[in-house]
């Protein structure tokens, strides 16, 4: 199982960039997919979570309304859209998933939220 997330950067308060995570070694369609945040100091915490079909999508209350979670299962790739990003958006972005009971993490994409 391989993650691979992109498109983090620096980006100005109330501005927008879109997540990528590519995914490769498993059947992707079968298996939900998340995106979890840490930022300096704190604990890694939960974005989003989208089902394997992309029928259902839950989210952060933090996030809620400005956080969009979608899949392309033809590309094997799910993104985040993030717009309206905040100072408290700032943290490493890691794509997340469980494959037959182990959890598999990306190497994070670095988003970093300042004017």
């Known amino acids: 199982v391989r993650l691979v997330e992109s498109g983090g950067g620096l980006v100005q308060p109330g501005g927008s960039l879109r997540l990528s995570c590519a995914a490769s070694?498993?059947?992707?369609?079968?298996?939900?997919m998340s995106w979890y945040r840490q930022a300096p100091g704190k604990e890694r915490e939960l974005v989003a979570t989208i089902s394997s079909v992309g029928g259902t999508t839950n989210y952060a209350s933090s996030v809620m309304g400005r956080f969009t979670i979608s899949r392309d299962n033809a590309k094997n790739t799910v993104y985040l859209q993030m717009n309206s990003l905040k100072h408290e958006d700032t943290a490493v972005y890691y794509c997340?998933?469980?494959?037959?009971?182990?959890?598999?993490w990306g190497q994070g994409t670095q988003v970093t939220v300042s004017s």
């Open positions: 997340y998933v469980v494959v037959r009971g182990l959890r598999y």
């Open positions: 070694g498993f059947t992707f369609s079968n298996y939900a």
